[in-house]
């Protein structure tokens, strides 16, 4: 009898579970993802994100992509329903990504309430590889983790007509680096849907919980999946299937041409590293013509400061015009000509190189570097480091390298006008340490970019993951040194090899960093309307606010933007035939799953009406 009871009042359970969730079904989810981790984070301070590994890439992906998403960090939080409703009790997130190490450290859990997140929330719920392993997110996702073990089967897709592997090769591990094996997180399937599979095992599964929510699972190596497209791309429709709807940013066949050193002075001092400053001319025949023929921008990291070795101080650098002690016409003045006339032609973009590319400190030993001869102390390449000692190999304190970034941050902008939104270190040279962490004290003055993501929020270490190995693709765009050795000093060696990078990359569109720190700043939410309107926002109306900060944004301001909105299946079978208005004003055509939408110039905030 108390058997029967007890099923019974199960049963009960499931149905007002499953009535709620279905009750949420003609509700638009929120466009957030709240990403879950265990201590992958190694910042205890929560800002800086370093040190590879998955969750670098996904929180690089995302801030590329534009996908709004918070960190929830079980090392130091504990799980509870505040952590995925609002104050009126709905949900924040419209998908939760779970990337919790199971074998890192965590706080006590209780897992249980991702149940109610999602079967009573309406919450969607995506996880990866082995993180699994909690019978809560097993009984979720509908499937049994077996253990993991290296493999040499690929990944194939076994319905690549599903929403989540439409469109890609059947082998999903192509196009990615050669790999003798991989991990292979083996699951047993249990009443969910098997999209691909890894040797007879299941490695993508998908499940319906409800009208409209969806429970994930990406199989596979967590430490090798996301350097394989297919993966990135299977995450990023994992999160359009979660929720229904995606306004995302793509970046296949974008180019960023970026040139370091124009005002350095290790130019008129360095034997190593001696040759002639650009003056106009060659600056507007090599650099300004053929990116003007292109339609095409090149990001300047200049130097503002330069060394006065007669009075041992940091001067304007576009002020210099002397012989150097090599016997060379050093002439500042002119290339400083040259450079306006670019930024004014619309082809060049200023960012900053730092102050000064020196150390700091050139008087003390080893030193001092002042009144050396060329072929002494001064011919020592350690001295043109300005943000760690490389000649006595110490870091740099942060109080100095916040003087020297704040400094070519303002003397830019009084040299230019401009305010540079990205940052590039002389030479690689950074100090790692937390206190005197370069990515953390440049996020700080306000950049945007410093090889990753800079930002109020968080900022990315990072130097390679939008380069040569994602670069060029739907993920981010890649940054290029512009040819023939992303430096001023090969115009001077061989000037018409920078308009040849023309040809080896026809038909793409060539950027500039001020367009990617835009698109990774720009805040996109959606719309939160007034109470009393809350119960007609519970129909299939999509309303997004995309904002641009002033600072940040201000290529998207100036140019417009434009984005890609991505609708699941499910979600367009609700909406059509689905009507788009785009700052008010309905656009043509039909709603597909791509739909692309533009932003004229001149607006800070904007907004996507879907009915």
């Not at 990403?35 to 301070?45: E, R």
């Not at 009443?191 to 409800?210: N, S, Y």
């Not at 208005?581 to 309905?586: A, P, Q, T």
């Amino acid at each position: 009898m108390k058997n029967r009871l007890a099923c019974s009042l199960l049963l009960i359970l499931e149905m007002i579970l499953l009535f709620a969730s279905t009750a949420h079904g003609q509700r638009v989810k929120p466009y957030r993802v709240l990403l879950v981790i265990s201590d992958q984070w190694k910042d205890p301070a929560s800002f800086l994100v370093a040190e590879g590994g998955e969750f670098q890439t996904i929180v690089t992906l995302f801030k590329s992509w534009g996908i709004p998403f918070d960190i929830l960090r079980l090392d130091q939080q504990v799980m509870d329903p505040n952590h995925f409703t609002d104050m009126q009790g709905k949900p924040r997130y419209g998908a939760i990504l779970w990337d919790a190490d199971p074998t890192g450290h965590i706080l006590p859990q209780d897992f249980g309430v991702l149940a109610e997140a999602v079967k009573k929330n309406g919450i969607s719920f995506i996880a990866i590889g082995d993180r699994t392993r909690e019978k809560a997110v097993e009984d979720l996702l509908g499937i049994r983790y077996q253990g993991e073990q290296p493999y040499g089967s690929r990944v194939r897709a076994s319905a690549q007509s599903s929403f989540l592997l439409r469109g890609l090769n059947p082998n999903l591990d192509a196009g990615g680096p050669p790999l003798p094996f991989k991990l292979r997180a083996q699951a047993v399937a249990e009443q969910v849907q098997v999209l691909a599979t890894q040797g007879g095992a299941a490695a993508i599964t998908e499940r319906e919980v409800g009208q409209d929510s969806r429970t994930i699972w990406i199989g596979g190596d967590v430490q090798q999946m996301f350097h394989l497209p297919a993966f990135r791309t299977v995450l990023r429709r994992a999160v359009t299937e979660a929720i229904g709807y995606a306004l995302v940013k793509t970046w296949t066949d974008h180019i960023i041409l970026t040139m370091d050193d124009m005002g350095n002075a290790q130019n008129s001092w360095l034997k190593s590293w001696h040759y002639p400053e650009l003056t106009q001319g060659q600056i507007r025949s090599h650099l300004i013509e053929p990116l003007r023929n292109h339609r095409a921008i090149l990001s300047l990291n200049v130097v503002p400061g330069f060394v006065d070795d007669a009075r041992r101080r940091i001067v304007p650098s576009w002020e210099q015009h002397f012989v150097d002690a090599f016997g060379t016409m050093q002439d500042y003045i002119s290339a400083k000509r040259g450079i306006d006339e670019g930024v004014a032609a619309g082809v060049f973009e200023i960012e900053s190189h730092g102050w000064t590319h020196m150390q700091p400190d050139l008087t003390s030993a080893p030193g001092p570097w002042w009144g050396t001869d060329v072929n002494g102390e001064r011919a020592e390449v350690d001295w043109y480091r300005e943000f760690y000692d490389t000649r006595r190999n110490r870091e740099i304190p942060a109080a100095e390298q916040m003087f020297h970034l704040l400094q070519s941050r303002n003397w830019i902008r009084e040299q230019f006008g401009l305010e540079p939104l990205a940052f590039a270190t002389g030479g690689n040279a950074v100090s790692l340490s937390p206190a005197n962490n370069t990515w953390r004290l440049a996020a700080e003055a306000r950049f945007g970019y410093y090889g990753g993501y800079l930002g109020e929020d968080l900022a990315i270490q990072g130097l390679a993951n939008d380069t040569a190995e994602f670069g060029g693709s739907d993920d981010v765009p890649l940054v290029l040194p512009a040819p023939p050795d992303g430096h001023d000093r090969g115009i001077t060696r061989d000037p018409e090899a920078f308009a040849k990078v023309f040809d080896l990359y026809p038909g793409h569109v060539f950027t500039g960093l001020d367009e990617y720190v835009g698109y990774m700043h720009a805040d996109i939410r959606m719309e939160n309307l007034p109470r009393a309107d809350t119960e007609k926002a519970e129909a299939l109306d999509i309303r997004l606010k995309v904002s641009f900060d002033p600072h940040y944004c201000r290529a998207l301001i100036a140019k417009g933007s434009s984005w890609r909105l991505h609708l699941s299946d499910w979600l367009r079978a609700q909406l059509r035939p689905g009507k788009l208005r785009v700052n008010g004003i309905e656009t043509q055509g039909e709603v597909g799953e791509w739909t692309s939408v533009s932003f004229a110039p001149g607006r800070t905030r904007n907004s996507v009406e879907l009915q």
